[in-house]
């Protein structure tokens, strides 16, 4: 059985999470852009048009109304000496203070590796922002390995904020993420984020389309596991939200690779809530 239905307004902080996890593959920087392969289609949709793509990070986010306090990415060597980088910013509005990650090409070796050091940031930027009595949505999203890396993120962030007595919510959102984290960082995230549910100060959404592939790795006798409500994107255009939802197996390979593309995402999900139905 599938779970309750999605509210419209939850459909609209959806489709502005991806938005953010998409916009964090491209930075200041000229042409950033045309060096893209799958999220180029999607950074042209949110900017409403191919010239309009070409535009920097700053002038992307300020068209959804987000002021960029951060635009970082951090090169390093992992245990192995691979060499990974990762990429992302933080943004505000007068209500919303924004973390958003993009995917990285070691899929692997960063989930295994990935450490705060990544994060130094968090600290200069970010927990300042929600220091003052003023409420604000705090919106953590990424695609990808950056759902995994926003993952960490969100573990450290429970960490070092009571949610619970302060007058901040928590917005979670990925989408194509691998596994993250053994049973213990499961148990405990998704503890705090159901006692943050029940106080009506967090939601969270593990999005995942179809047959994307990369929600299956690392492999689970690996000792990895998902946190976070499963919300099914299908093909169709519906939205499934369910606990105990799990993906099948698609009918080609290929399927595992095109489901990942953050422009499907994008796309299903405005009809999804076209439909209004989940």
Not at 169 to 198: A, C, M, Y
């Amino acid at each position: 059985e599938h779970g309750p239905a999605v509210e419209l307004s939850r459909f609209e902080d959806f489709i502005l999470s991806v938005k953010l996890a998409c916009l964090a593959y491209v930075d200041d920087k000229p042409g950033t852009k045309e060096n893209l392969v799958d999220c180029k289609e999607a950074i042209e949709d949110i900017a409403g048009g191919v010239e309009q793509a070409r535009a920097p990070l700053t002038e992307l986010l300020a068209k959804l109304g987000f002021t960029v306090d951060r635009i970082f990415s951090h090169h390093g060597i992992l245990g192995d000496g691979e060499a990974n980088d990762t990429q992302g910013f933080i943004a505000h509005s007068e209500h919303d203070v924004v973390l958003a990650y993009r995917g990285t090409e070691n899929v692997w070796d960063l989930v295994t590796d990935l450490t705060t050091d990544h994060v130094p940031f968090i600290h200069e930027v970010l927990l300042p922002q929600l220091q003052g009595p003023h409420p604000k949505r705090l919106v953590i999203a990424g695609h990808s390995l950056g759902g995994a890396i926003a993952t960490g993120a969100l573990a450290y962030l429970l960490q070092s904020i009571d949610f619970a007595a302060s007058p901040h919510n928590v917005l979670f959102v990925t989408i194509g993420q691998p596994r993250f984290g053994n049973q213990h960082f499961r148990q405990w995230v998704d503890s705090e984020l159901g006692r943050l549910r029940k106080l009506g100060k967090c939601y969270a959404a593990r999005i995942v389309h179809d047959h994307d592939g990369v929600p299956l790795v690392p492999p689970k006798h690996m000792s990895y596991e998902h946190m976070a409500d499963l919300h099914l994107l299908t093909e169709a255009g519906d939205l499934l939200v369910s606990p105990g939802l799990r993906l099948g197996r698609a009918e080609r390979l290929s399927e595992y690779i095109q489901d990942h593309n953050p422009t499907l995402y994008l796309q299903l999900l405005r009809s999804a809530m076209g439909k209004g139905r989940c």
